[in-house]
């Protein structure tokens, strides 16, 4: 089965950019989203096929993916943005998240 | 807006069953795929189940294949998860989850989550 890895956590001081990755067989073949989720909240999407941003969320936030790597790059780094980030893609019919990572702002 | 609210989770012993329910609102339901997600207390999301906007095809976990049914009312507007032979590893919050096209490719909007133990 199709396994997407992320690293557990991640560390950005305030103001600074944070990038979180996501590692996966050829995953530049596949369309890759990002979700955030904050301790007891549901999950949002952050980023859909790549690169894409849902209505309402900042333009700090941005994706990219080729070869084996996708990343979400989040720039001038809030408080606010310290959360969980998990990715997500579909493999066959499945849908496969990685393990996700923890994002503190310093 | 649009809304998901699951319902149905509860306490239930290992080999026992327990349906999910989820109400949706906001959107034409019968145009969208919805998937069920869940999270076992303090670990990551795990994909589920989905089911195409008509029901036509649907995709499971390996985790829960054989054990786990998912499926929709378009004419009632309900979604359901109906969980047989549940297991402590079942244990965890169940999220109800709208996808952003009728066949599959990213969660737009999540519910709040229903809790399902699952414990003697």
């Known amino acids: 089965s199709y396994e997407l890895t992320q690293p557990l956590s991640v560390s950005v001081a305030l103001g600074q950019t944070a990038r979180i990755t996501c590692g996966g067989n050829n995953i530049g073949n596949k369309h890759v989203h990002w979700y955030q989720q904050k301790p007891g909240q549901a999950p949002v999407l952050v980023i859909y096929?790549?690169?894409n941003r849902p209505s309402g969320i900042p333009e700090r936030f941005s994706g990219s993916n080729s070869g084996n790597t996708a990343t979400l790059t989040i720039s001038r780094a809030q408080a606010g943005d310290e959360a969980d980030y998990y990715c997500q893609v579909w493999d066959s019919s499945d849908v496969v998240f990685g393990g996700g990572t923890k994002l503190t702002v310093l | 807006q649009v809304q998901l609210v699951e319902s149905g989770g509860g306490v239930v012993q290992p080999g026992g069953s327990l349906r999910l329910s989820c109400a949706p609102s906001g959107f034409t339901f019968s145009s969208f795929g919805i998937h069920w997600v869940r999270q076992a207390p303090g670990k990551g999301l795990e994909w589920v189940a989905f089911?195409?906007?008509?029901?036509?095809?649907?995709y499971y976990a390996d985790s829960v294949k054989g054990r786990f049914t998912i499926s929709r009312d378009n004419s009632k507007n309900t979604l359901y998860l109906q969980m047989n032979s549940l297991r402590p590893e079942d244990t965890a919050v169940y999220y109800c989850?709208?996808?952003?096209?009728?066949?599959?490719?990213?969660?737009?909007?999540w519910g709040q989550g229903t809790l399902v133990t699952v414990s003697s």
């Open positions: 096929s790549d690169s």
């Open positions: 089911i195409w906007y008509d029901g036509n095809n649907k």
């Open positions: 989850a709208k996808d952003r096209a009728a066949a599959g490719t990213s969660v737009d909007y």
